[in-house]
């Protein structure tokens, strides 16, 4: 019964994260907007400081690690793949160049001989 409450209090507390976390977001966009005649510079460094604020407080709630936890298997499924050479890259470039113009051919032809027809039926 208690697991219960803390869940219902975790999922509680996650709302109120993820509402901090828009207030965060819409004091950046308005302070953005009414800063606009400072510097560029100062106004990027106070955005990117309310991102990370934003983005630790996010990382606080349910969703926030289990997207986390995604990020993480994610680089570790990269680093799995077997990327192509790059004379397997231009072949397999040329190749989909080829068949991308001779469908190109082959549908403009086919365009105009129905065009032909159409006129030719009516009139």
Do not use: C, H
């Amino acid at each position: 019964m208690s697991g219960k409450s803390e869940t219902e209090t975790a999922n509680r507390m996650d709302g109120l994260k993820w509402l901090i976390v828009l207030v965060l977001v819409g004091v950046g966009v308005s302070g953005n907007v009414y800063f606009s005649g400072e510097p560029l510079l100062y106004r990027v460094v106070g955005l990117l400081i309310l991102t990370v604020i934003a983005g630790f407080i996010a990382l606080q709630t349910l969703k926030g690690r289990t997207l986390w936890t995604l990020v993480k298997e994610a680089k570790i499924e990269i680093r799995k793949v077997v990327w192509p050479t790059r004379q397997e890259t231009a072949q397999t470039t040329l190749i989909v160049v080829a068949v991308v113009l001779v469908m190109g051919l082959i549908l403009w032809a086919l365009d105009s001989l129905l065009g032909w027809i159409i006129s030719s039926l009516i009139g």
